[in-house]
T-cell receptor, first 115, second 113 residues
Framework: DSGVTQTPKHLITATGQRVTLRCSPR?????VYWYQQSLDQGLQFLIQ???????AKGNILERFSAQQFPDLHSELNLSSLELGDSALYFC??????????????FGPGTRLTVL | AQSVTQLGSHVSVSEGALVLLRCNYS??????LFWYVQYPNQGLQLLLK??????LVKGINGFEAEFKKSETSFHLTKPSAHMSDAAEYFC???????????FGKGTLLTVNP
């Protein structure tokens, strides 16, 4: 158990809908990262927040947005969902903002299925 | 820009045999290199990383990797495979602390009894 929790574990929804994925980092970790893992694209970095502020941005679509709240939990919002958004979404956390020195701890993931 | 190529999407070894998972990278700046392991239905776990200094890096569970700049490689090895090593392994590169992690496609390791 990494100490990172993600809810829900599974999510099934329809095209055009909007969903929210939630992540609670390990106690004491200030950074939260979101990743998307799919069969065709592999594992892709989406976005990082550090202590409530956006720190780095990866291949995140404009239909997707994220935020980190004062209690440090984070939410990833996915809207106007398409079939291709079906994937496993991971959250990771680390103590600092520099992941080269601070190990990222990954949650178990949320499996999103868009029908 | 950075990229990672993992040679072989599936590697099969016998228990007790050498494990060698290949990773080649491309980076426009001095790279930071990582190996992660993903067990079924779990998130990723860091095995080892190279940032600066010693080019031979030792990680958890008996794995090690060597950074070879001339070959742009960071291959993962373990002298003797164990059944519990069966998992998917990901190599990743970043161009430093302010660059995002770029992952390879992954290599699925199967260990046969």
């Amino acid at each position: 158990d990494s100490g990172v929790t993600q809810t829900p574990k599974h999510l099934i929804t329809a095209t055009g809908q909007r969903v929210t994925l939630r992540c609670s980092p390990r106690s004491g970790d200030l950074s939260v990262y979101w990743y998307q893992q799919s069969l065709d694209q592999g594992l892709q970095f989406l976005i990082q927040y550090y202590n409530g502020e956006e720190r780095a941005k990866g291949n995140i679509l404009e239909r997707f947005s994220a935020q980190q709240f004062p209690d440090l939990h984070s939410e990833l919002n996915l809207s106007s969902l398409e079939l291709g958004d079906s994937a496993l979404y991971f959250c990771a956390s680390s103590v600092g903002s520099d992941y080269s020195y601070n190990e990222q701890f990954f949650g178990p993931g949320t499996r999103l299925t868009v029908l | 820009a950075q990229s990672v190529t993992q040679l072989g999407s599936h590697v099969s070894v016998s228990e007790g045999a050498l494990v060698l998972l290949r990773c080649n990278y491309s980076s426009s700046v001095p790279p930071y290199l990582f190996w992660y392991v993903q067990y079924p239905n779990q998130g990723l776990q860091l095995l080892l990383k190279y940032t600066t200094g010693a080019t031979l890096v030792k990680g958890i569970n008996g794995f090690e990797a060597e950074f070879k700049k001339s070959e742009t490689s960071f291959h993962l090895t373990k002298p003797s495979a164990h059944m519990s090593d069966a998992a998917e392994y990901f190599c990743a590169v970043s161009g430093g602390s302010n660059y995002k992690l770029t992952f390879g496609k992954g290599t699925l390791l199967t260990v046969n009894p």
